[in-house]
C-alpha cells in the first residue's frame, strides 16, 4: 500500500505554499517540512526566513536538494511538505550540467552544447522520478507536493529553458498520475481538480427494510440496559455545528481524601455555574471526525491508561460515528 498523496500546483503567488502547508497543520500535529531549494542569495535567504517564522514550533525542517529518500525513517505517521518540485527539479538540472549554479550576483547560466542539454533534461527528469517513487513506497506517510505551472506563461526564450518547461510539466504530469488528490490554486482559491477515487467494488447487499426495522428494535432495547457507572469518571458528547466539530467532555467521578471530586492528582474539581452539580470537565477534546476524535482520546490523551476502560473504549466508539453522521448530515445529535 503505498503513501497518501496529494499535489498542489499553481502559478507564482496563487497560495500554493500556503495552503498546502494549512492541509499538513491540519492533518498532522507535528508535520514535516521537506525544503528541496538552495540558498543562493540574499533575497533567497529572506524568503526562506520567511516561510520559516510562519511555521510554528510543531514543525520539522529537514532541508534535502536532491536525495529526500534517504530520511524516510523519518516520516512514519507524519504529514510530509515537499516544497517544492519545481526547485528539486532544478537541482538534478544543474547537477547533470544544463545550467550552472548561481553565483553571488550572477544568475546561473545554460550550457550551450544542445545535445548536453537534452541528456541533462532527461536524466534529472528520470531522477527526480525515481526518488519519487521511493518515497512514495512507504505506506504511513502522507505527502503535499508543491509545484508551480510554469508552462502557463510566456515560452522559453532559450533551448535549456525550453527543455526544462518540457520536464517540468512532464513531472507535474507523473506525479498526478500518483497522486489522491490534486488542487489547482488560482489567486488563493484553491480548485480540486482531481479526487480521491470512487469505491470500484460491487455494491453489496444491503439490509431489507424489515430487518433495518429489527434493528432499530434491538438499538433501543440496548440503550435501555442497566449499565453500573465508572467510578472512576464518565464521558459527554455534544455537537458544536457552528463550528463543525464533535466536542466530547470528560468528567471525573475521582474523591480525594477530602470527598471533594478531584483530578488525578487530587486537585479539586469546580462544580459548573448555575443549577447543573456536573464538576467542571477534566478534559476537552474537539474533533472534526469520528477517527479524529478516538485517536485524541485514546492515543494522545496522557491519562487514557489510567481512566478509560475497555467499556469506555467501545462506548466512545459507537457514539462517535454516530455523532460524525449527524454532523456531516445537519442533524440533531442525542447521546445514548
Given at each position: 500500500m503505498p503513501a497518501s498523496v496529494?499535489?498542489?500546483?499553481?502559478?507564482?503567488?496563487?497560495?500554493?505554499?500556503?495552503?498546502?502547508?494549512?492541509?499538513?497543520?491540519?492533518?498532522?500535529?507535528?508535520?514535516?517540512?521537506?525544503?528541496?531549494?538552495?540558498v543562493w542569495d540574499d533575497d533567497f535567504k529572506d524568503r526562506v526566513k520567511r516561510h520559516q517564522n510562519e511555521r510554528g514550533d510543531n514543525w520539522t525542517t529537514i532541508e534535502e536538494p536532491l536525495h529526500p529518500s534517504k530520511h524516510c525513517d523519518k516520516f512514519g505517521g507524519k504529514a510530509i511538505l515537499v516544497d517544492?518540485?519545481?526547485?528539486?527539479?532544478?537541482?538534478?538540472?544543474?547537477?547533470?550540467?544544463?545550467?550552472?549554479?548561481?553565483?553571488?550576483?550572477?544568475?546561473?547560466?545554460?550550457n550551450e552544447n544542445n545535445d548536453k542539454i537534452g541528456d541533462a533534461s532527461e536524466q534529472a527528469l528520470e531522477k527526480t522520478k525515481a526518488e519519487f517513487n521511493k518515497m512514495i513506497t512507504q505506506w504511513d506517510a502522507t505527502f503535499v507536493f508543491v509545484t508551480n505551472e510554469i508552462g502557463s506563461g510566456l515560452h522559453a526564450d532559450s533551448a535549456a529553458s525550453r527543455k526544462f518547461v518540457d520536464a517540468q510539466g512532464w513531472l507535474n504530469q507523473y506525479v498526478s498520475s500518483k497522486a489522491d488528490m490534486v488542487i489547482h490554486m488560482v489567486a488563493g482559491v484553491?480548485?480540486?481538480?482531481?479526487?480521491?477515487?470512487?469505491?470500484s467494488r460491487n455494491p453489496l447487499k444491503a439490509p431489507a427494510s424489515h430487518d433495518l426495522t429489527e434493528r432499530a428494535v434491538l438499538?433501543?432495547?440496548?440503550?435501555?440496559?442497566?449499565?453500573?457507572?465508572?467510578?472512576?469518571?464518565?464521558?459527554?458528547?455534544?455537537?458544536?455545528?457552528?463550528?463543525?466539530?464533535?466536542?466530547?467532555?470528560?468528567?471525573?467521578?475521582?474523591?480525594?481524601?477530602?470527598?471533594?471530586?478531584?483530578?488525578?492528582?487530587?486537585?479539586?474539581?469546580?462544580?459548573?455555574?448555575?443549577?447543573?452539580?456536573?464538576?467542571?470537565?477534566?478534559?476537552?477534546?474537539?474533533?472534526?471526525?469520528?477517527?479524529?476524535?478516538?485517536?485524541?482520546?485514546?492515543?494522545?490523551?496522557?491519562?487514557?491508561?489510567?481512566?478509560?476502560?475497555?467499556?469506555?473504549?467501545?462506548?466512545?466508539?459507537?457514539?462517535?460515528?454516530?455523532?460524525?453522521?449527524?454532523?456531516?448530515?445537519?442533524?440533531?445529535?442525542?447521546?445514548?
Open positions: 496529494y499535489l498542489v500546483t499553481g502559478g507564482a503567488r496563487s497560495g500554493k505554499s500556503s495552503y498546502a502547508q494549512s492541509l499538513c497543520e491540519n492533518t498532522c500535529p507535528n508535520p514535516i517540512y521537506l525544503a528541496t531549494s538552495k517544492c518540485l519545481t526547485l528539486w527539479l532544478t537541482n538534478y538540472f544543474m547537477e547533470l550540467g544544463a545550467f550552472t549554479e548561481p553565483d553571488g550576483n550572477k544568475d546561473a547560466k545554460a484553491p480548485n480540486i481538480i482531481k479526487q480521491f477515487p470512487p469505491e438499538d433501543q432495547f440496548l440503550s435501555t440496559r442497566s449499565l453500573a457507572m465508572d467510578d472512576k469518571g464518565y464521558f459527554m458528547m455534544k455537537l458544536d455545528h457552528a463550528k463543525g466539530v464533535i466536542r466530547v467532555t470528560y468528567h471525573s467521578c475521582i474523591k480525594n481524601d477530602k470527598g471533594e471530586i478531584c483530578d488525578v492528582h487530587g486537585k479539586k474539581i469546580s462544580c459548573c455555574e448555575g443549577n447543573n452539580n456536573r464538576p467542571e470537565p477534566m478534559a476537552t477534546f474537539e474533533a472534526r471526525t469520528a477517527k479524529e476524535l478516538t485517536v485524541m482520546v485514546f492515543e494522545r490523551w496522557e491519562h487514557a491508561k489510567d481512566l478509560v476502560s475497555v467499556g469506555h473504549a467501545a462506548y466512545i466508539g459507537r457514539e462517535a460515528q454516530k455523532a460524525e453522521e449527524c454532523l456531516f448530515a445537519g442533524r440533531f445529535y442525542q447521546q445514548d
